[in-house]
């Protein structure tokens, strides 16, 4: 694909593609910029574009999965505060709300297998790479990888 046909293929969808994203992210500004990393993710593989059937439909099935994808790494931002940011906000109930999650975070932590606790408190607490838990334990990064997904698991279902 030829990038004067993208650029105008592009222009033709982008007040629909704007569309697309406002309705999945209920924000002007954000949708905005999820129709500018489109252009981009399309810009970078415009070679491959030739193989795209329909790609009005292309387009927006891009859209929605960027939308998507921003909404989860959104929501993965927004993190248990610590003990640190409590004390700064100088809001006792604040502080104590967030004690009250830290406290049952650690216990559902005491609560998981010996292996997976020192999986979890390596990489979360210590902040370690699997190459770096894989070093000083000895297992595998697959193994590494199934037991901290296990243990999410299990947190999950008991916080």
């Not at 252009?39 to 099935?61: E, P, Q």
């Not at 838990?133 to 999950?156: C, D, P, W, Y």
Request: hydrophobic content about 40%; aromatic content about 6%; charged content about 30%.
């Amino acid at each position: 694909m030829t990038s004067q046909f993208l650029t105008e293929a592009f222009r033709a969808q982008s007040d629909r593609l704007y569309r697309v994203a406002y309705y999945i992210l209920e924000s002007e500004t954000d949708a905005e910029d999820a129709v500018q990393d489109l252009f981009l993710k399309l810009w970078a593989g415009r070679d491959r574009l030739d193989t795209v059937v329909n790609f009005n439909a292309y387009c927006t099935t891009l859209m929605k999965n960027l939308c998507i994808d921003r909404i989860r790494k959104e929501t993965r931002m927004q993190s248990v505060p610590t003990e640190t940011d409590l004390a700064e906000s100088g809001m006792p109930e604040d502080e104590v709300i967030g004690r009250e999650t830290l406290e049952l975070v650690l216990k559902a932590i005491s609560r998981l297998p010996r292996r997976q606790q020192e999986v979890i408190r390596m990489h979360v607490f210590e902040e370690m790479s699997y190459n770096e838990i894989s070093e000083r334990t000895g297992m595998s990064n697959l193994t590494l990888r199934v037991l901290l997904s296990n243990a999410r698991k299990s947190l999950k279902m008991q916080i």
